[in-house]
């Protein structure tokens, strides 16, 4: 299979020209490893995009580079137009705090906060105060409203996962990027977890990059991204479980 060296993932299926991410021939190489090798992609706003490949093919390095939790080697990340490779340490911070979210695998909530901080602190790290309403709106949607005052050691899996997803959500990111994270779900608090980013989609038109192993997983999004070897090397658009696994056997 070539590779695809431009494409234009998931959003577009709704008509909408805004481009929330865009990667210009992006590159990371450590030492001899080439883990992103010249990819070029949009993500267009409001779409839900999952990024699949095999072991060691580049899925995560695509997420940090496009994230800005890492810089690429060369190329161009913008996320809502904005080149973050322009902007320093402390712009970059500040510009993940406000407009992107992040749900990991591992949840990564702050074991001594309660649910309800952990949820802030997006905010609190910013220096404000979560609006009671917004706080409301979100703890209803995740429906972790009578666990607020509850440690994430006092939450099953999935709680912590669906408050993870609040704390991603305060702030209205315009993107949220999930690095597997239903891997260490039950299939259906997985489905709970994939509805709400599916939500977030539909709902409040939020870009979601999930990257994912799990069939399953990918066939709630709009599109699925294929890497290979570092490049992006075909698109799934409308996915299914059945056309997931056969794309994935052609990889
Ligand atoms: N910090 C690093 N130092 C050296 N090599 C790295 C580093 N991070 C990633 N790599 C290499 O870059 C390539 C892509 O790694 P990456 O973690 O992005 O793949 P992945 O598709 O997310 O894999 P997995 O599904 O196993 O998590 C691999 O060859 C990996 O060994």
Known sequence: ????????????????????????????????????DDVT?????????AVMGPSGSGKSTFLHCASGLDRPTSGTVRVGGVDL???GEAKRTRMRRERIG????????????????????PLLLGGTEPDPARLAEVVGRVG?????????????????????????LITRPEVVFADEPTAALDPRTSRDVLRLLREAADATGQTIVLVTHDPMAASWAD??????????????????VAAVMSRWESL
Not at 22 to 31: A, D, P
Not at 106 to 121: G, K, T, W
């Open 223 to 240: 599109s699925v991204v294929f890497l290979s070897r570092g490049r992006i090397v075909d698109e799934l658009a409308s996915p299914t």
């Open 41 to 49: 992609w949009t993500f267009a706003r409001g779409g839900f995009t």
């Open 102 to 121: 992040f749900v990991f695998q591992s949840f990564n909530l702050v074991p001594s906060m309660d649910v309800e901080q952990n949820i802030a602190l």
């Open 1 to 36: 299979m070539t590779a695809m060296t431009a494409g234009t993932a998931a959003g577009s299926a709704t008509g909408s020209t805004a481009v929330a991410v865009s990667l210009e021939s992006v590159r990371k190489t450590y030492g001899d490893v080439r883990a992103l």
């Open 85 to 87: 490779g322009g902007l």
């Open 144 to 168: 972790l409203a009578d666990r607020l005052r509850h440690r994430p050691a006092e939450l099953s899996g999935g709680q912590q996962q669906r408050a993870a997803i609040a704390r991603a």
